[in-house]
């Protein structure tokens, strides 16, 4: 077969292009990646010298034997050779001890005696090769974020990671496993895939029937791993195992949307065509869709080094390298070469964007009191120690400028040195902290600190461990997920000294005054609403008065809400964000699908709704993007114009105004709002299938019964309707299993006007309630819900109806236990029906009224339950209905009254439900327990 094969500098080329993010590179490598210059894990030559003097061990019969079977066989048949005669007459033991030799003798002969339990980079003559790739993944960890896949045994290229800051998942996969691991959620995390396993703790492949023996499983999730993936085979034989066999079967599916670069070592192009044919006849699919590429002259102790200085100047030039994938080294220097903000910026910043080292650095933003506190207590700690400062508030109150500016001054001021973390994507690496140059004072700058505990508090404590005093934690959270996680429980003052933390709450005159100076210097883009008031004082009360009827509000800052309503008023934010919203939608999702509006919407469906945002996970994939790279692809370029932010693992806008003019916006620029639900729960549906993704999950499920009253009210009720039966219709269709949708549906159809529909529907579906994996936990939801229908049909029937189901729905006859907030619910409508048949009489139906009413006070009633309690009570006092001497009357009473509604009827279906009277015993015991 006649293939082309390129020149090693077209790979670079290929590996260099800025667009890389949209098909992430991975690599598969080999043997020949942990030896360089005679240094490092033995090739085969050195293999099957280590097999041989074990089987020396056993006697000078089996080392003629042994000699006799393999010396006579070159390449990598010799290698299969030696280890399966160690298979088959020695143990698998032997073969263990064989591949942990070897790879010790990979360790430096200056080490120490090897320490199981520590393995410790700087002991591993770890390679060229490794030591590049780990600098090429470092420089561009959305380039080349992994995983790594390897048929080699030895730890390397993981000690060469975490010699460049990244955690790393070492997995040996098992002969029968499959490629099974958690979600990986930041750009710092890399994942070792061991193909023929890892030399400790996991069984180790090398016999050809090993090798070729049909994995199934590991098939699967092979496939499953190199969609979308630029695979980069490197230092790797192409001998026929698992992998090889995984990687043809992609190239002949048609679906398949990966890509291949094969790498030779050999320079001449006419000697690797003739040596690879076999290899070229297998992917010949692959070759002939254009999926797989193949380059010479490849030496993978060189190419990183040549890759990480050429084709990736763009990414290297002018950055001083950080010690941590994700962080940012910051000092006077860099911050002196920083572009200057320009004022568009600095106005998009007051609208709500998010800050950055350069907003921090800008005279145009004022420099808060708060920020000066943390400045004076960073001079004082000065050569003081280790310390911690924590800034706290809730979320939309400044704390991240606050914690910007103070760590700018002190750098610019030239006593420190500072790592950044500038996204939500980036791991914290204890390890690399206590690495950090000792004669240098070090600012550690992290926002959202929530998200890090446990880091945090592995990285004080080696850091008191070893003695430590140069280096200063300056921390932001938000207040109520730093203690929801632990970290009030935490005794940070046994391993450094903790300040005191510096919470941020309501601003004084003086700073609200320089914010208002900051907004007038820019004139009326600046000004905004203000611009109609004429003296500083007069706007200075408005901003006051505005931030002080916000206060109060859960997840939602006070400053953050008064400044969205001082500077746009009632209305104009919505006019403000429709040419945002215009240029968002001509923005693509680097790396993904859809545009940056379609993952806004997502995002401000969710949060406008009352929901704490959208999950991380399921955002990713309806961006086409590893939950890895929502942050830098999705998240940042939001951030800068609107401040989209990640609050414990979900994406939100910066408040809820904002998410609620965004869902307006859009929908005056002809956005199709009804679509968006169903692909949100399509996502959840689908993400959940592979990992929890927390309490969301129900709320974005059973979504339909609550958007009319959540969706913002700016969007008329028609549209509200049509959006909520449009979700509710995509939930019944996702979770066929589950009883709880069919109540969501009804509901959106009830509200909506149509009743007889979510009656029909109701009825229909009784029959499959057996079948549903949650019925015990809505069943009594679902009868309450078909009463409701009823209720709304109108006519006697329709009363009679909503008040049998009604009592169905606190009765015996359904199996479950009974809550108060259903007893509570159930009997406020059953008073209301009881009162439609009642009429003025004083008989069963007003005596069954008076009876739910007395049961209702007994169920913990809430406020509103309260008001129509009460209001009940008073008509029934009114007319002189007899109270029940005790809760056995109520229940005999309201026993009576839905035998009546029973008797009267027509509907067979409801009538068969139950014969005779229903039984309370259940509403009994709960109300007694009450008392």
């Known amino acids: 077969m006649t293939v082309e094969i390129r020149e090693a500098k077209y790979l670079r080329l290929k590996l260099g292009r800025e667009d890389n993010s949209r098909q992430p590179v991975s690599f598969l490598l080999g043997a020949p990646f942990s030896l360089d210059r005679g240094a490092g894990v033995p090739g085969i030559d050195g293999f099957v010298g280590i097999a041989r003097a074990r089987v020396e061990e056993s006697g ?117 496993g499959s490629i099974s691991i958690p979600v990986k959620m930041r750009t710092s995390e890399i994942d070792v895939f061991h193909l023929h396993g890892y030399w400790r703790d996991s069984a180790t492949l090398h016999r050809p029937q090993q090798l070729l023996a049909k ?24 001998w026929d195992d698992i992998f090889t066999t995984a990687i043809a079967n992609c190239l002949s599916d048609p679906a398949f949307n990966g890509t291949v670069s094969w790498c030779f070592y050999e320079q001449d192009e006419a000697r690797a065509v003739a040596q690879n044919q076999r290899l070229f006849e297998k992917f010949a699919a692959g070759i002939a869709q254009g999926k797989i590429a193949f380059f010479r002259g490849v030496d993978c102790h060189s190419f990183f080094d040549e890759l990480g200085g050429d084709a990736l100047e763009d990414v290297a030039a002018g950055v001083v390298e950080s010690p941590m994938p994700g962080w940012q080294i910051v000092t006077r220097k860099t911050l002196e070469t920083e572009t200057p903000l320009r004022t568009a910026e600095a106005l998009r910043f007051f609208d709500g964007a998010l800050p950055t080292l350069r907003h921090a650095a800008s005279p145009l933003i004022p420099r808060l009191s708060k920020a000066e506190t943390l400045l004076s207590r960073l001079k004082g700690s000065l050569n003081g120690g280790c310390a911690l400062q924590l800034v706290r508030a809730a979320s939309g109150e400044g704390k991240s400028t606050t914690l910007l500016q103070a760590a700018v001054a002190a750098v610019s001021a030239g006593d420190w040195s500072a790592l950044y973390c500038p996204a939500s994507d980036a791991g914290l690496n204890a390890e690399i ?70 919470t941020l709450s309501s601003l004084g005159e003086k700073d609200i005054g320089l914010i208002v100076d900051a907004w007038a210097a820019q004139g009326e883009d600046g000004l905004r609403a203000l611009s109609g008031i004429g003296t500083r004082d007069a706007r200075i009360r408005r901003f006051m008065d505005a931030i002080g009827a916000q206060s109060g509000q859960a997840e939602q800052g006070s400053f953050f809400g008064g400044l969205l309503d ?55 994939l309806l961006c086409g993007v590893p939950p890895y790279r929502v942050s830098g692809a999705v998240m940042a370029p939001l951030g800068r114009e609107l401040g989209a932010a990640e609050i414990r693992g979900h994406a939100r806008t910066r408040h809820k105004h904002v998410a609620d003019a965004i869902m307006v916006a859009a929908n005056r620029l002809g956005a199709d709002l009804r679509a968006i639900w169903p692909q949100l729960i399509d996502a959840t549906v689908r993400s959940a299938e592979d990992e929890k993704i927390g309490d969301t999950f129900s709320q974005i499920i059973l ?207 409801l009538r068969g439900l139950k014969e005779g009277r229903l039984a309370f015993t259940r509403l009994r015991t709960l109300l007694l327990v009450q008392k």
Request: hydrophobic share 45%.
């Open 703 to 909: 979504a339909g019964s609550r958007l009319k009253r959540d969706l913002p009210q700016g969007l008329s009720a028609d549209l509200r309707d049509e959006i909520a039966i449009a979700a509710a219709e995509a939930a019944v269709v996702a979770m066929p299993k589950w009883t709880g949708v069919i109540s969501a549906l009804a509901h959106a159809l009830r509200s909506a006007g149509y009743s007889q529909e979510a009656f029909d529907l109701l009825k229909k579906k009784l029959p499959t309630l057996k079948n549903t994996v949650d019925k015990e936990m809505v069943v009594r939801g679902y009868f309450y819900e078909w009463s409701a229908c009823a209720g709304n049909l109108g006519g006697r029937q329709g009363s009679v109806m909503d008040a049998w189901l009604a009592a169905i729905s606190l009765s015996d006859l359904l199996p479950v236990e009974l809550t108060f907030e259903q007893a509570k619910m159930s009997c406020a409508g059953l008073g209301s029906v009881f009162k439609r048949l009642a009429g003025d009489a004083s008989g069963t139906y007003a005596k069954g009224r008076r009876a739910v009413i007395d049961l209702g006070w007994r169920a913990k009633p809430d406020q509103r339950a309260t008001g129509i309690l009460s209001g009940h009570q008073r008509e029934l006092d009114a007319a002189d209905i007899p109270k029940p001497a005790d809760i056995d009357q109520a229940i005999s009473w309201l026993t009576e009254a839905a035998f009546a509604a029973q008797e009267e009827l027509q509907d067979p279906l």
């Open 60 to 176: 000078t019969a089996l080392l003629r034997e042994f000699d006799e079977q393999v010396t006579s066989i070159a390449g990598p048949d010799q290698y299969q050779a030696a280890m399966s005669f160690l298979y088959d007459l020695l143990d698998a033991r032997a073969a263990t001890d064989v591949v942990q030799e070897a790879v010790l003798r990979a360790r430096k002969p200056s080490a120490p005696p090897f320490d199981e339990c520590n393995l410790i980079p700087d002991e591993w003559e770890i390679t060229r090769a490794q030591h590049g790739l780990a600098r090429v993944m470092q420089l561009a960890p959305h380039r080349f974020p992994g995983p790594i896949f390897t048929t080699n045994f030895d730890p390397m290229i993981s000690l060469a990671l975490e010699n460049r800051g990244f955690k790393v998942n070492t997995v040996g996969i098992p002969l029968e």
């Open 433 to 502: 902290l206590v690495q950090l140059d000792p004669a240098k004072n070090w600012l550690i700058v992290l926002d959202d600190a929530e998200e890090y505990l446990d880091d945090l508090w592995q990285a004080v404590g080696k850091l008191h461990a070893q003695g430590r005093s140069n280096i200063f934690f300056l921390l932001a959270a938000r207040d109520t997920d730093w203690r929801l996680k632990g970290g009030e429980s935490k005794p940070w003052s046994t391993r450094v000294n903790r300040l005191d933390d510096l």
């Open 215 to 238: 994995r199934p499983q590991l098939q699967q999730s092979l496939q499953r791993h190199l969609d979308n993936v630029h695979l980069v085979v490197m230092a790797y034989s192409g």
């Open 566 to 620: 001082t500077r746009f008023g009632a209305t104009g934010l919505v006019d403000h964000l429709m040419p945002l919203l215009e240029f968002l939608k001509g923005r693509s999702i680097e790396g993904g699908t859809g545009t940056l509006l379609d993952a806004l919407l997502y995002i401000a469906c969710c949060h406008a709704t009352g929901m704490i945002g959208l999950n991380v996970r399921v955002l990713a």
